[in-house]
C-alpha cells in the first residue's frame, strides 16, 4: 500500500514562514520519500484476534500523518517474517526512498526484519512509540499486552543491526492517537502528552533532514563571477561539494546575466520596482555615514530593472541557489550592472533561491539547508562585538533574507561598496529578535565539509546607520569566551542566520548527509 502525495506543477506560491510570515517561493524543492513498516510476529496473527488489524491501524496512522508533513510517504504494511522482509526492501528499493522508519508495533524476530535493510540502504529510525502511556493491568490479555510492547524487539534489532554493520537511530515515546480503538481495555488518547509531543517532534525532524538530503541531490548551484580575490577560507572545489551533498555547480558568466538584462521589458522592470515598494523602506539622507544617502531614483530603477535579469537567469538555468562576485575594471559596463545586485539577491533570496555573495558557495549551500527546513538562512558575518549588551552583532553589506526580518527592511545609496567596486543601493536591516541559530559550512584539511551550529538569541538594539544588515545576538557565553571556542573550529568568516533553535534538527540533517558537525554554545 502507498500513500503519495499529489504531484504539484512548479509554480511561484505562497508558503507561510515561521511566525506567519508570507515567503514567496520561485521554485519548489524536490520533495524527500519516506519508507514506512510495521512489524509484528506472524505467529501472533492466528493466536491473538484483532491484532493483525490494530497493528496496520497503528502503522496507517503514522504513515498519515507523516504525508502531512509535505513528504512523499510508502506504508508497505507489516513485516512479519523474513519472506516479507526481503519484500518490503525490494519494495523500497523501488520507490527510492530516502529515509524508512521502522515501527516497533509488538515483538517480532531480528531476523525478520534484517532483510529490509540489507537490501534497502536507506537509513533507518527505529519508531517505540506505545500506544498508552499506562497498561489496564487488571483487564489486560495477552493479545492486549502483546499490542503495546513494541519496546521488547528493539535491544534485539539493535545488536542484529550492529553486528551487521547498519546505522540505526531510534525514538522512544508514545504514539500520540486522539483516541482509543474499539479493541483496546486502556486510555490510547495520548496525543497531549509530553512523550508523544517529543516523539513526534523528533519524527519531524527526521523527515525534514531527509527533505534536505533529497532537495540538494536535485538543487542547481549557480556561481557567477569569482570569489573576492585573497578570501582563502572561501575558495573550494566543484567537485568535492558535489560529491559530499549531491548538488551541481552551474558556473556563469557576467555576460550571461547581461544578456537577460538586456531582454528584460518595461513592464517587467515597473512590476519589480512595485516589488521592492513593498518590501523595503526607502531611507531619507538622514545617516551617520557620509557615504550612506537616500538612494536616488536613477539607482531605484536601476537596483528594479538587474533584480528582473537576476530572476530571469534563476529561471533560465533553474537554479536552487547562487553565489556571486564581481570585481571588474573601474568604469566598465559590468560594474554597473553588478551595482544593483544587493536588492535583486535578497528579493531571490525570500523566494527560496538563496544568494550569497563574495563568491562563498559553501554558505549559500548553509543558506539552503536553513531554506528547505523553512527557517530562513541569511548571510552573516562579525560586525563588531558590544561588551555593555554582552552581544555580537552580526549582519554583512550583502544580501539579506527579507522574510525573517524585524520590520521592512531600509534601502540605503552607498557612495561605495566597502573594499569593492562601484556604488548602488543596499539593504540595512536586521533578523527579528527571539530564537536563532547560526550554521556555517566550513571545509578541513582534509578536503571534507564540516558544519558548525550554535543556538542563540537575537536582541533588539541599536544599530548603525551605514546601510548594513545588522543583528545583535546574545550568547549562552560572554562573547570572549564564545569566539574563543568557535574560532577554534577553524571556521569560514561567513555564516547563515536561520530563525528558531534548529541545533537538533541540523544535527540530524549531518547526520544523513554522513558531513561532520560540531554543536556551540551549549
Not at 136 to 143: A, D, M
Not at 170 to 178: E, S, Y
Not at 227 to 244: H, K
Request: charged share 25%; net charge negative.
Amino acid at each position: 500500500m502507498a500513500v503519495k502525495n499529489k504531484r504539484r506543477h512548479r509554480r511561484m506560491k505562497v508558503k507561510q514562514c515561521e511566525k506567519g510570515e508570507a515567503e514567496m517561493k520561485l521554485k519548489e524543492t524536490k520533495k524527500a520519500k519516506i519508507g514506512i513498516y510495521t512489524m509484528g510476529l506472524k505467529a501472533y496473527w492466528a493466536q491473538f484476534a484483532g491484532l493483525h488489524e490494530r497493528m496496520m491501524e497503528y502503522g496507517n496512522f503514522i504513515a498519515e500523518k507523516i504525508e502531512k508533513m509535505d513528504v512523499e510517504v510508502f506504508f508497505y504494511g507489516l513485516v512479519d517474517c523474513e519472506e516479507e522482509g526481503r519484500k518490503c526492501g525490494e519494495y523500497f528499493n523501488g520507490k527510492g526512498v530516502d529515509l524508512i522508519f521502522a515501527h516497533a508495533g509488538t515483538y517480532v524476530t531480528s531476523a525478520s526484519v534484517l532483510p529490509v535493510h540489507q537490501i534497502c540502504s536507506a537509513p533507518v529510525v527505529i519508531l517505540n512509540l506505545q500506544p498508552t502511556a499506562q497498561i489496564n493491568y487488571l483487564k489486560t490479555s495477552t493479545g492486549e499486552w502483546l499490542a503495546h510492547c513494541g519496546a521488547c524487539p528493539v535491544p534485539e534489532l539493535a545488536n542484529a543491526f550492529n553486528r551487521a554493520g547498519i546505522i540505526y537511530r531510534c525514538i522512544n515515546g508514545l504514539l500520540g492517537l486522539d483516541h482509543t480503538p474499539e479493541i483496546s481495555v486502556t486510555d490510547e488518547n495520548t496525543a497531549d502528552r509530553p512523550e508523544a509531543k517529543k516523539a513526534w517532534k523528533e519524527i519531524g525532524e527526521w523527515v525534514q533532514a531527509a527533505s534536505v538530503k533529497a532537495a540538494l541531490r536535485y538543487c542547481r548551484f549557480g556561481f557567477l563571477g569569482n570569489n573576492y580575490s585573497g578570501m582563502l577560507d572561501l575558495y573550494s572545489d566543484y567537485t568535492m561539494l558535489q560529491a559530499q551533498t549531491g548538488i551541481h555547480i552551474e558556473v556563469l558568466e557576467m555576460c550571461d546575466l547581461n544578456r537577460m538584462l538586456e531582454a528584460v521589458t518595461e513592464e517587467e522592470a515597473e512590476e519589480k520596482k512595485r516589488e521592492i515598494e513593498e518590501f523595503f523602506v526607502v531611507s531619507d539622507d538622514v545617516s551617520a555615514d557620509p557615504l550612506a544617502k537616500k538612494p536616488t531614483p536613477e539607482q531605484l530603477e536601476w537596483s528594479a530593472r538587474v533584480a528582473a535579469a537576476q530572476e530571469k537567469m534563476v529561471k533560465e538555468y533553474d537554479l536552487d541557489g547562487l553565489a556571486y562576485y564581481y570585481h571588474g575594471a573601474p568604469g566598465g559596463d559590468y560594474e554597473k550592472l553588478q551595482s544593483g545586485f544587493i536588492v535583486g539577491h535578497s528579493l531571490l533570496t525570500a523566494k527560496g533561491i538563496p544568494c550569497a555573495g563574495e563568491g562563498d558557495l559553501k554558505t549559500a549551500l548553509a543558506m539552503k539547508i536553513c531554506d528547505i527546513v523553512g527557517k530562513g538562512g541569511s548571510f552573516c558575518e562579525i560586525v563588531a562585538t558590544d561588551y555593555i549588551e554582552g552581544t555580537i552583532l552580526l549582519g554583512h553589506d550583502g544580501p539579506f533574507h527579507l522574510a525573517i526580518a524585524q520590520g521592512k527592511p531600509l534601502l540605503r545609496g552607498l557612495g561605495v561598496y566597502h573594499g569593492k567596486q562601484g556604488t548602488g543601493v543596499s539593504v540595512e536591516a536586521k533578523v527579528r529578535t527571539g530564537e536563532i541559530t547560526n550554521l556555517g559550512c566550513t571545509q578541513t584539511v582534509d578536503g571534507r565539509l564540516k558544519f558548525i551550529i550554535t543556538e542563540a538569541e537575537a536582541t533588539d538594539a541599536q544599530i548603525m546607520t551605514i546601510g548594513n544588515t545588522q543583528t545583535h545576538v546574545k550568547f549562552k557565553k560572554d562573547p570572549d569566551s564564545y569566539m574563543d571556542e568557535w574560532f577554534a573550529e577553524a571556521p569560514t568568516h561567513h555564516f547563515a542566520m536561520s530563525v528558531g533553535h534548529n541545533g537538533r534538527l541540523f544535527e540530524k540533517v549531518f547526520d544523513l548527509l554522513d558531513i561532520p558537525c560540531v554543536t556551540l554554545n551549549k
